[in-house]
């Protein structure tokens, strides 16, 4: 089935830093999505971003379908914004249902 | 409000013992999903449902049951054939198969004492 990676696996970074999350999926996709998931385990979501770009506040994303990646970029971090993210895919043509990537633990210190 | 809802938050259950978790969702969605989640790790499918009165294995279906009986809900069995079964489980829903964006549950912590 499709690869998904994620990376890096932890960020630790002070608040007001900037960060890049990459995903790299191994195969064709029709849905990938980016994920926040909060210390009670909430799943957030953030982007349903298969192609292009996107921006909500503080966070973007960009995918590139055809180099099979994507990236979300969190500007000005906040202590608020500490938890994991997921990045999920749906393979074209494939299974129904999300494949997740192992996630990045990001801390934001004070 | 719109959403999707996991009952209990958590649950402690006695080894040989079946335990049912709950979803229920008011969004009008046709297409649910059961993921399990282990610490330090993604979420895996359990089993999905495009449509009431069908459902299908996803990679990790030993050991669980489903039942579509009514758009809204769709039920999670954890049998006693279930190995491993002490996780984190979190329903999910999407308009159909084809409008695949998901929205999730906050998730039921089973604890296997």
């Known amino acids: 089935g499709i690869q998904v990676e994620q990376s890096p696996p932890d960020l630790i970074l002070q608040e007001g830093a900037n960060s890049t999350l990459r995903c790299n999926f191994s195969?064709?996709?029709?849905?990938l999505q980016w994920f926040h998931q909060n210390p009670w385990g909430q799943l957030i979501n953030l982007f349903y971003i298969p192609s292009g770009t996107k921006q909500n506040g503080r966070l973007s994303a960009t995918t590139v379908a055809t180099e099979r990646y994507s990236l979300l970029y969190i500007s000005s971090s906040q202590t608020t914004d500490s938890g994991v993210y997921f990045c999920?895919?749906?393979?074209?043509?494939?299974?129904?249902?999300?494949?997740f990537g192992k996630g990045t633990h990001l801390i934001i210190q004070p | 409000d719109g959403g999707i809802t996991q009952s209990p938050k958590y649950l402690f259950r006695k080894e040989g013992q079946n335990v049912t978790l709950s979803c229920e969702q008011n969004?009008?969605?046709?297409?649910m999903y059961w993921y399990r989640q282990d610490p330090g790790q993604g979420l895996r499918l359990i089993y999905y449902s495009q449509i009431v009165n069908d459902f299908q294995k996803g990679d990790i279906a030993e050991g669980y049951s489903v039942s579509r009986e009514k758009k809204e809900s769709f039920p999670l069995t954890v049998t006693s054939a279930q190995k491993n079964p002490t996780a984190f489980y979190l329903c999910?829903?999407?308009?159909?198969?084809?409008?695949?964006?998901?929205?999730f549950g906050q998730g039921t912590r089973l604890t296997v004492v």
């Open positions: 969004l009008n969605h046709d297409a």
């Open positions: 999910a829903s999407s308009i159909t198969r084809f409008v695949t964006e998901a929205f």
């Open positions: 195969d064709s996709v029709n849905n």
């Open positions: 999920a895919v749906t393979p074209r043509g494939g299974a129904d249902g999300l494949t």
